[in-house]
């Protein structure tokens, strides 16, 4: 075995870098850090200690003392993961980012704000609009997610497809080093070619290489208005092929290009008790869009509601204020609590595959779902391609899902693979996917990460058994 147990001299040294009341040994709050949002069992564990520390300092002393006594540390923003890559498999050390949750700077100027990890996404929502601006990450989970989680995962979201994912919201970040020195990595430039682009390699590298404590995030002129489109499709073929005729025939790249097939239509309607329109459509199209004039707004969305009309949709349904905009955007933000009530087990992927196969990789993934006798609804972002394909375990018996599971996820991963796909758009690789990295990336690929990892980790102290085994 790699790593050393935590001892009470060990507790004594943690309690000493971030002050007693910031280290948790009682066993019924060590279970909050136990897991995040992947539901299963598997994917628990408990850590033998979580640290809070305050700031960079702290974090860069607990580090240290990591890499001197050989234990693992596991960093956690929110916990509102689905790679199951917050959590502690080897035991060890939890370091919580909570604790550092300022807002420390708006940079009106240069258009920043700098914020430390443990803030939630949706507060830095919230703070760039008071201030008259427009911070473009929304992940689904943005009311708990922490910038720093989003960051380690690069969170993608309902608006990617026109604003990209975190990495383009991120200029700069502070992290400490998985050996303990502290460094920011970029800054307010809004470009540099002053060699390796470091700041994008610890982008989305979920906690493996480095601990980022302090974030410079871009801020945009707000779009002040705003529309939300339903369009149901009789399937998801006709659906998905409307995604290019608005990109390219319209002339317009919306902030969000979302789909949902019908047994997600159908689950959304038990779990908001009221019927959705054309409840039996084949699948939904939800379409938001933006603009900086209400004349320019109105000309966007009719142009789109047309394109869709022509192109196969059954109806367009306009949601011009805010409360008609909720009342269809529940349907979509509100689906992993819904599948939950169906099932409160479930295995969510995260495939993404070029836009214009999505339709046959759902064609595919249907017939998995029949071969194996299971149900697997289907929504996502359709305008980037990012399928979460979600596995219900029903009332199956333990020994059944994990069996049905494997061969569906063996199944599901080789499809997208064959449709030029990969295994996550958004939420990660950490554990839960850690085996079909390793099957589904090419060996060369799989070399570097490994000697990147291995030359910044030369212990590999920090979030083992994530990603790839080094070893
Ligand atoms: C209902 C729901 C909806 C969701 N919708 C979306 C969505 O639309 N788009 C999307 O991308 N994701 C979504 N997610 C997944 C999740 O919210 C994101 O992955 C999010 O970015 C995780 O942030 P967190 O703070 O909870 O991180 P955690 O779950 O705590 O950690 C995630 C990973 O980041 C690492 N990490 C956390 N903080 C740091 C840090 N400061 N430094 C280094 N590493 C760190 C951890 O070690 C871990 O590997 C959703 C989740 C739920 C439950």
């Excluded at 935590?6 to 040994?25: C, F, Q, Y």
């Excluded at 850590?47 to 596991?74: C, D, G, S, W």
């Excluded at 604790?99 to 830095?124: A, C, S, W």
Aim: net charge negative; aromatic share 6%.
């Amino acid at each position: 075995m790699r790593y050393n147990k935590i001892t009470d001299e060990i507790v004594a040294g943690l309690k000493n870098i971030v002050g007693p009341s910031n280290v948790v040994l009682d066993p019924e709050k060590l279970g909050v850090y136990a897991g995040d949002e992947v539901p299963e069992a598997e994917w628990k564990h408990l850590p033998e200690v979580v640290v809070k520390p305050e700031n960079a300092e702290q974090v860069a002393e607990v580090i240290k003392l990591a890499n001197r006594e050989m234990i693992p540390v596991t960093p956690r923003g929110a916990g509102t993961g689905l790679a199951a890559g917050a959590v502690p498999m080897l035991g060890g050390i939890v370091l919580s980012l909570e604790k550092m949750n300022r807002i420390l700077e708006i940079d009106k100027e240069n258009l920043f704000m700098v914020v430390e990890p443990g803030v939630t996404t949706g507060e830095v929502q919230q703070r760039a609009q008071e201030e008259g601006y427009f911070y473009a990450g929304d992940p689904c989970s943005a009311d708990s997610s922490f910038i720093g989680g989003n960051v380690a995962t690069n969170a993608g979201g309902n608006k990617a497809v026109k604003y990209g994912t975190t990495s383009r919201h991120i200029y700069g970040m502070e992290v400490v080093t998985p050996t303990g020195e502290i460094t920011t990595l970029g800054g307010k430039c809004v470009k540099s070619s002053t060699g390796y682009d470091l700041v994008h390699l610890l982008v989305g590298s979920e906690g493996t290489l480095g601990i980022v404590t302090k974030v410079y995030l871009k801020l945009l002129p707000r779009p002040l208005h705003n529309a939300v489109l339903l369009v149901p499709f009789a399937d998801m073929q006709t659906a998905i092929d409307i995604v290019p005729k608005i990109m390219t025939n319209g002339g317009i790249i919306p902030t969000s290009i979302e789909f949902m097939d019908n047994l997600c239509i159908k689950s959304a309607e038990g779990y908001l008790n009221r019927t959705l329109p054309y409840g039996d459509a084949g699948a939904y199209i939800i379409i938001e869009v933006e603009a900086y004039t209400e004349s320019q707004l109105e000309a966007d969305f009719e142009t789109i509601g047309n394109i869709c009309l022509e192109n196969g949709g059954l109806e367009v349904f306009v949601g011009d204020n805010k409360s008609s905009q909720e009342k269809i955007w529940k349907a979509r933000r509100y689906l992993a609590e819904a599948l939950r009530v169906t099932s409160p087990v479930y295995c969510m992927e995260d495939i993404v595959v070029p836009v214009s196969n999505i339709p046959r990789v759902l064609a595919e993934i249907s017939q998995i779902a029949e071969k194996y006798s299971v149900k697997i609804p289907c929504f996502g972002h359709a305008g980037d391609g990012n399928i979460h394909a979600c596995l219900l375990k029903g009332n199956m018996d333990d020994a059944a899902w994990y069996a049905v599971k494997e061969k569906v996820l063996d199944e599901m991963y080789t499809v997208t693979h064959t449709h030029g796909g990969k295994l996550s758009g958004e939420h990660g690789i950490g554990a839960k996917r850690k085996k079909f990295m390793a099957r589904f990336t090419d060996p060369v690929q799989l070399k570097m990460i490994k000697a990147i990892k291995k030359a910044l980790d030369p212990n590999l102290i920090l979030n083992p058994d994530k990603v790839i085994d080094v070893d």
